[in-house]
């Protein structure tokens, strides 16, 4: 057995069970791309400020750009036994290059590497997750652009409630996933902040730079370079702290929880009751047993994985709750969860823009279903209210006229003026332009409303944010 790069004070090798357990390279090899960058970084550091000779540091590069052509071309074998991505690196470093890799980690610890490394490929995965949030923002209005001027009933508590453009609720959507990018962002300004030269927890004696780290890298800063308070404690924070991986599986969990609505909607929509949409074959699946099936599996499965999205922060959130200051082993735990929450998250928001730009609203059975469930009832209360009636006697009344119709099986604009007027006498002929779904659309006027020329700006709005053209 190789004698392991810590194994200076042991005598005996750990057991074959051992190893396995506490191995991390099956999966964080991952973060390959991440460690070479930062020991590249922290080379060049050391060569900078005297701590490595020029010419160690040169062998040091060559030897870890043949590892990454090594990696990338799959000619790069992967350990167990020198169990993770950092040990594998720098052990297969000094067989290539001999007594310079041996150099490479002064000043350095495993606990600031690794979250050095975590850290870059967070914001990495940041920044593709906003890439696919734009696209399902695009799909999303181009959705609502194939289908201007459809109304649809807006339900509350499942109930018909009010009529509402389509466009209108297609874009409550995009405005949920603006936010979400937005919670994105703010997570990766808050952990784009460099941990490297914080060693184990103390940081070093030895005179390195971390500005020059932290700038070769593109973090913000060293982390707690601006606080001037005890030195040690902010080194243990650097090492400790997984707010950051907290932060960023909660935003992603929230990006679940609305993926998860929009996937239930949607299946909700394709159902023979609803009707509202019927989504492409392309985008559906069928039954081994029911000839006649034609499913909305991807959607429900959108629905279905936020639960392991919620799942991976409660995993995070779990592992962190009662470790003491400052690296503990637990904290290798830390990885699959978001290994696993990016890649979910980024299947979600990608086969939901597939979706959408896969559906057809099913127009003539939308109209169809649009005069049940006195959706215009608000806008006849509002119609009493421009007669100079109080709001609160005006939803009597209203809610009397409807009582009319529930016993008549019958819709507000059915009654006739007589009858309106037996309920009150402020009913006049003008009424009947407020009743029925379309003329209650035009009657919205308020910013942010669903009326007509209110959607058409948002709609202007977000065409031009996300450059549809
Ligand atoms: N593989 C470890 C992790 O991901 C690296 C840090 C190990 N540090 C240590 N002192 N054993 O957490």
Not at 11 to 34: N, P
Not at 35 to 43: C, E, L, P, Q, Y
Not at 270 to 299: C, H, L, R, Y
Request: charged residues 25%; proline residues 3%; hydrophobic residues 40%.
């Amino acid at each position: 057995k190789e004698a392991k790069l810590w194994g200076g004070r042991f005598e005996e090798s750990v057991t074959d069970a051992v190893e396995r357990f506490t191995e991390s390279i099956s999966y964080d090899k991952v973060l390959y791309k991440h460690d070479i960058m930062g020991s590249r970084a922290h080379a060049s550091m050391l060569a900078e400020q005297g701590l490595i000779s020029i010419s160690e540091g040169d062998s040091i590069f060559q030897g870890l750009d043949e590892i990454e052509r090594r990696i990338e071309n799959g000619d790069f074998i992967w350990r167990t036994d020198r169990e993770d991505v950092h040990m594998n690196i720098e052990a297969a470093l000094t067989d290539m290059i001999g007594e310079p890799a041996k150099k490479l980690h002064t000043a350095r610890s495993r606990n600031d590497q690794v979250l050095t490394d975590f850290r870059l490929w967070c914001r990495d995965a940041i920044d593709m997750l906003i890439k696919h949030i734009k696209h399902l923002q695009v799909s999303l209005v181009t959705l609502a652009l194939r289908n201007e001027g459809v109304i649809v009933p807006g339900y509350t508590h499942l109930q018909r409630a009010q009529p509402v453009l389509l466009q209108h609720h297609l874009l409550a959507y995009v405005e949920q996933l603006e936010r979400d990018a937005g919670r994105l962002l703010d997570c990766r300004a808050r952990l784009n902040f460099c941990p490297l030269g914080a060693c184990a927890l103390a940081g070093t004696g030895l005179p390195i730079d971390r500005f020059m780290t932290s700038n070769a890298l593109g973090f913000t800063a060293p982390l707690r370079n601006r606080m001037l308070i005890c030195v040690r404690f902010m080194f243990i924070d650097a090492v400790s702290d997984r707010d950051f991986v907290l932060e960023f599986l909660s935003a992603n969990s929230i990006i679940g929880i609305h993926l998860s609505r929009l996937g239930e909607e949607w299946v909700l929509w394709a159902s023979e009751e609803f009707g509202f949409i019927t989504p492409s074959d392309s985008v559906s699946t069928g039954s081994s047993i029911m000839p006649q099936k034609k499913n909305p599996d991807p959607m429900e499965l959108v629905r279905g994985k936020s639960a392991r999205v919620i799942g991976d922060l409660v995993t995070l959130l779990t592992l962190c709750k009662g470790l003491p200051h400052a690296y503990n082993r637990d904290l290798q735990e830390d990885k699959e969860p978001v290994f696993d929450s990016v890649k979910t998250i980024s299947g979600m928001l990608e086969v939901s823009a597939e979706f959408a730009l896969n559906i057809t609203f099913n127009q003539r059975r939308i109209e169809k279903a649009l005069p049940a469930g006195h959706l215009d009832a608000t806008t006849l209360a509002d119609y009493l209210v421009k007669k100079g009636i109080p709001f609160r006697t005006s939803h009597d009344i209203v809610g009397r006229s409807v009582a009319l119709c529930v016993s008549k099986d019958c819709q507000l604009q059915d009654l006739s003026l007589d009858e309106l007027r037996s309920i009150s006498t402020v009913f006049d002929k003008d009424v009947y332009e407020f009743l029925g779904a379309e003329n209650a659309i035009k009657k919205f006027c308020s910013y942010g409303s669903t009326g007509s020329a209110c959607v058409a700006s948002e709609v202007h709005y977000w065409v031009s944010k996300l450059e549809i053209n």
